[in-house]
């Protein structure tokens, strides 16, 4: 049944010239096609496109603008606004393309354009390489390192972005542009932050670096210290190497093996510190965080795409989300984000986070838009619930942390840990300066703004 808007006669012939497939409402495997991480997204596309191929993107482009639809484009669908699909229009759907093809002599992973983090991981870690990915391992890369790219190894490599060797790109007009430091690199720019606004990528190529070892450790304390252990947590990055990374993350204590019975399911104050080396070295980084009264202990040595999983969160859920960049993070802001754990929704799947940035990431190239990059800490709340009824009370919550900290915050926002927030803060993801320059980008390689599901740069 062709969907209401598009001709049959237009799908059957969309339908023969694609190596993968198109799925229209009242098709087999619709409904899995259109879900996407946040369970509170709920938009029904006229047609989605799986595309297998470079040439499957272009045609959808093309068909999409022939046909007048609305163009959404898919990666991990981890948008927390729900980017990855149009209401009534077209979603170039990447997932199909997830190849990862690594090459240790060069330490390069070429990706394609809809893989997860989890192929990149495992692709990479049998050479013992790695770089930069996000905290879970279903997140598209694509959107990620488009957006920055922010997890446990940037501190040691940088953002994901800052790894980025090149990028293949099917612009508006379904032409195929390549972007590097020496091919097109305004282009090339732009996307370090810039996000899906220029182009469909179906190929990213990222540096990967030599992780041999590397080690975490989880462990949870009861809510009552925690602001005693944030300020501790907080003094030890201060002079924490770059092998560092981690956070403090208040959750609901998991049903594990290593968490006492009386914290299951009730709020915790969890220090995750995860090391770039050899448990025995992060043993004794860590040292003085493990003499701070932690009721539970999970502490290994392990691959890195195996941490990479460990921390999945079930899709399907409702989600909120936001954050806060802040400038100094004093005893005040400590007692201001750890009273606001109180009023999480537990038990739920939520997260109440401090990340902590600096090492690499500080050092890295200020040139680009990510004005972030500069902030000491993050907070980050990460709101996930299971019941419609908690809605409000969840959104709220997310709202009271932002508002909380508000008096630290430097104003810079990084877009991949908001949704839509309005103009102002999409401008503050980039940096008013930058803003401008993205819009030049913008209009040499989309002018009729045909990407806009996505933190948009308007080209006029
Ligand atoms: P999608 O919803 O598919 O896409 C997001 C945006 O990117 C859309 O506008 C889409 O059109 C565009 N896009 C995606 N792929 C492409 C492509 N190939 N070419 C052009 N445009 C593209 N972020 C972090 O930085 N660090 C984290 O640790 C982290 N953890 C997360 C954990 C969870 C559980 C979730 C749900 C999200 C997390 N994020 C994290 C946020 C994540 O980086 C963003 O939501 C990101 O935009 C997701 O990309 P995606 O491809 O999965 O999502």
Redo the contacts with the bound molecule.
């Keep these: 049944m062709a969907p209401q808007g598009i001709a049959e006669a237009a799908l059957s012939g969309l339908r023969d010239e694609l190596a993968g497939e198109a799925i229209a409402p009242g098709d087999a495997g619709y409904g899995e096609a259109r879900a996407?991480?946040?369970s509170m997204i709920e938009r029904r596309p006229a047609v989605i496109v799986q595309c297998q191929s470079q040439a499957d993107v272009a045609r959808a482009i093309r068909f999409g603008r022939e046909n007048d639809l609305e163009i959404?484009?898919?990666?991990?669908?981890?948008?927390?606004?729900?980017?990855?699909?149009s209401d009534g229009g077209i979603v170039?759907d990447?997932r199909r393309?997830h190849e990862v093809s690594v090459d240790p002599a060069s330490r390069a992973a070429r990706v394609g354009?809809?893989a997860?983090m989890s192929h990149l991981d495992r692709a990479a870690q049998p050479f013992d390489l790695a770089t930069t990915?996000?905290?879970?391992s279903?997140?598209?890369?694509?959107?990620?390192t488009?957006?920055?790219?922010?997890?446990?190894l940037e501190r040691k490599f940088g953002?994901?972005c800052d790894n980025l060797i090149a990028v293949e790109?099917v612009t508006a007009d379904g032409s195929v542009v390549h972007a590097s430091e020496d091919e097109n690199p305004d282009l090339f720019w732009a996307l370090h932050g810039g996000?899906?606004?220029?182009?469909?990528?179906?190929s990213?190529t990222l540096q990967l670096h030599g992780l041999a070892e590397f080690s975490m450790m989880l462990l949870l304390f009861p809510p009552a210290l925690g602001a005693e252990t944030t300020r501790a947590y907080r003094d030890f990055i201060d002079s924490a190497p770059d092998e560092v990374g981690g956070g403090v993350i208040y959750l609901t204590g998991p049903p594990e093996d290593f968490v006492p019975e009386d914290m299951v399911g009730k709020l915790a104050c969890a220090v995750l510190v995860t090391y770039a080396g050899p448990e025995q070295a992060a043993r004794k980084v860590a040292a003085p965080l493990l003499g701070l009264g932690h009721r539970a202990e999970l502490i290994a040595q392990l691959p890195y795409a195996d941490l990479q999983c460990m921390l999945?969160?079930p899709?399907g859920l409702r989600?909120y989300?936001s954050a806060e960049y802040l400038e100094t993070f004093p005893d005040e802001a400590v007692g201001a984000f750890c009273a606001r754990a109180d009023d999480m929704i537990v038990p739920s799947a939520s997260q109440h986070v401090l990340?902590p940035l600096g090492g690499a990431l500080a050092r890295g190239p200020s040139q680009y838009p990510v004005p972030w990059r500069a902030s000491p800490w993050v907070v980050h709340p990460?709101g996930?619930w299971d019941d419609a009824e908690d809605d409000e009370r969840g959104k709220q919550w997310v709202r009271d942390v932002r508002a909380d900290v508000k008096p630290w915050s430097t104003g810079a926002v990084?877009?991949?840990?908001i949704g839509n927030e309005g103009g102002d803060r999409v401008v503050a993801g980039f940096g008013t300066g930058n803003y401008e320059r993205l819009t030049e980008v913008k209009r040499r390689y989309d002018p009729d703004n045909v990407?806009h599901?996505?933190?948009n740069i308007k080209p006029e």
């Excluded at 959404?72 to 699909?85: E, K, P, T």
């Design positions: 996407v991480f946040n959404a484009v898919r990666g991990g669908g981890h948008s927390v606004a729900g980017m990855a699909l170039i990447l393309m354009g809809g997860t990915g996000g905290r879970v279903t997140t598209g890369v694509g959107g990620f488009l957006g920055g790219g922010s997890g446990w953002l994901a790109l996000g899906g606004n220029f182009g469909v990528a179906t990213i999945d969160d899709p989600n989300w990340f990460f996930l990084y877009l991949n840990f990407f599901l996505n933190h």
